[in-house]
């Protein structure tokens, strides 16, 4: 039995699988190292009932997540996992690899995942170069769930969000300056606040303001991180993933487009391909 885990900041999907067939899919708080430490890691693993199942029957784990992009982080997951998994032989990479297995396979390609954070890549067919886009949600993440929640907020408390989409957001959230200011500089992983506007996004769609905001997040990303790897990368086909690429897709191919450049795919769950993946590979 083989255990695919993709995990942001919010969720990790998890899927289950035995000689091709799924056997459990299911999701928990996601697995990041860095905000998570190997304690929080262990109690989240001993408290979901279907790893407790299937954990002596698991033989290969492969986990992608957000914030494994170094040894030392890497290093959190894997021990803890191993710790868990007593007979399973652990694989821990960064999301960016996952995307790469899901949509480019063992081909090349420029990889960019548009989801709870933002970050791009080229692979060559085997690894990810290591670059230094991923700066996370303080400095980095234009265009993401996290990107928009900030703007979202700034816009609230600035007194600058249109009317109509004022009276939506306090009908739905009902918080106050004191509330927010609290979740975003007080309360721990406050990323996982500011992501949680993303649905709103979704449902509101159709309005100016949201339009706009999605656009001006993927016009930065595409302008300071996709077109630099492009360029150096001339004829590399142009892959995405993640929640906000899929769910907004047709404006990301639109700001793609005024960049010259043509979107091979979108995907919005990267597990299921990377399933697909190692499945065969184990077959």
Known sequence: MIAVVYSGSRYANWKLADKGSIIAEFKTLGINPFFNDERFITQLLNKTNELVTYAERIKKIYFFGAGASSPDRKKIIATSFSNFFRYGKISVEHDLKAAALATCGDHEGVVGIIGSGSNVAYYNGRSVKENNNGLGYILSDEGSANWLGRRLLKSFLNHTLPEPLLNKFNKKFGLERKQ????????????????????????????????????????????????????????????????????????LREVAGNYGLEIASVVKAPIFNVLTYYTNKNQ
Do not use: C
């Not at 200011?181 to 993303?198: E, I, M, N």
């Not at 100016?208 to 302008?223: M, P, Q, R, S």
């Open 180 to 251: 927010i200011l609290d979740k975003v500089y007080r309360q721990p992983q406050p990323v996982l606040f500011l992501t949680s506007f993303s649905e709103f996004f979704a449902e509101n769609a159709n309005d100016t303001y949201v339009k706009e905001t999605v656009k001006e997040g993927f016009d930065l990303y595409f302008k300071n991180y996709v077109t630099p790897i492009t360029e150096t990368n001339p004829g590399a086909p142009l892959h995405f993933a993640g929640t906000i690429a899929f769910a907004f897709e047709p404006w």
